[in-house]
């Protein structure tokens, strides 16, 4: 049995991990900004859960929750990255401040996390790290530009750190859900950008609309999600990525067509810049 770390366990996809660690026998170290919404959700479970405050913009409090992890279960084997908001708008009318804030959730708040949990990991020559991305994390649609934005720039960090923890016996991988049906679409948890530009009115426009209908009717079912995540994270070697989900499939394999065909449409352009002797 392991020792599961899991950010952004209040609800949603965080918590039906939780749920699921726990129902497999595992331990859990489970984090929200409210760590009672945790308790409330999961009573019964007093010894393998172990529900800690953790906002992850904050690095005292990402040090403070590891150091009490280890000391009740003695260490973490398995790191899940998922605390993340989205962010609706086109680019040009999001302000700095909205922009900013969600990098600091998505991007800045996992680099916190990794760096004060990766030590234990490193120094137990062994763990898993899985970090929760998106369909958005691989391709970026109208109105989800800053948001895709957090998301690639997890990629880019989780393909790196999978390359920098092989060799000390930690495996990264991320996972790449397309709509699941939790509150990310709600009120409660999507932003929406203040100004609006009549110009984007059918693409960054159009894309709040779809938020605002769509909330309930996503096609991923969280506890589906939660299970599959257990299954890479038990496999001998998990893959670089995991889509979750039918329509990710379809748009991430819509993607590499269209990257592959514009490589082979423009490569002469492309070689044209070598230098002579190369
Ligand atoms: P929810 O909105 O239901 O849950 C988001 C979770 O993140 C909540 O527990 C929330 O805590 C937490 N969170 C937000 N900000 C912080 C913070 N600063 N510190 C700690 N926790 C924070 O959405 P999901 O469960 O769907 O989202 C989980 C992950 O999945 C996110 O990374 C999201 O980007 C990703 N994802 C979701 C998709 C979807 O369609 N649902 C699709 C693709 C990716 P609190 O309760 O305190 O607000």
Do not use: C
């Not at 708040?109 to 137990?124: I, K, Q």
């Not at 996972?175 to 990310?184: S, Y």
Request: aromatic share 6%; no cysteine.
């Amino acid at each position: 049995m392991s020792v599961w770390f899991v950010t952004g366990a209040s609800r949603g996809l965080g918590l039906e991990i939780v749920k699921a660690a726990l129902s497999e026998g595992h331990s859990v170290v489970a984090t929200a900004r409210d760590p009672q919404s945790i308790e409330k959700a999961l009573p019964g479970y007093s010894e393998s859960l172990l529900a800690l405050p953790l906002d992850v913009t904050s690095e005292n409090a990402a040090l403070a929750a590891v150091q009490a992890a280890v000391a009740r279960f003695g260490t973490i084997d398995v790191l899940v990255n998922n605390a993340g908001r989205g962010l609706v708008g086109a680019v040009e009318e999001t302000s700095d401040a909205e922009a900013r804030s969600v990098f600091d959730i998505n991007v800045f708040g996992l680099l916190t996390v990794l760096r004060a949990v990766t030590p234990v990991l490193r120094a137990a020559r062994s763990g898993r790290i899985l970090n929760i991305s998106s369909t958005g994390g691989v391709v970026a649609w109208a109105g989800w530009g800053v948001y895709s934005a957090t998301k690639f720039a997890l990629e880019g960090i989780t393909e790196a750190l999978r390359l920098e923890l092989e060799p000390l016996g930690v495996q990264v991988t991320s996972v790449q859900p397309g709509p699941l049906r939790t509150d990310f679409l709600a009120s409660s948890s999507l932003g929406h950008v203040s100004r609006v530009i009549d110009d984007y009115a059918t693409t960054g426009g159009a894309s709040r609309e779809w938020a605002a209908s769509s909330h309930g009717q996503q096609e991923g079912d969280p506890e589906k999600a939660a299970q599959a995540i257990l299954t890479i994270a038990a496999a001998d070697e998990m893959p670089a990525r995991l889509p979750l989900g039918t329509s990710t499939l379809g748009d991430i394999r819509t993607k590499l067509t269209a990257v592959g065909d514009e490589l082979e449409k423009w490569q002469e352009l492309s070689r044209s810049t070598d230098v002579a002797s190369y």
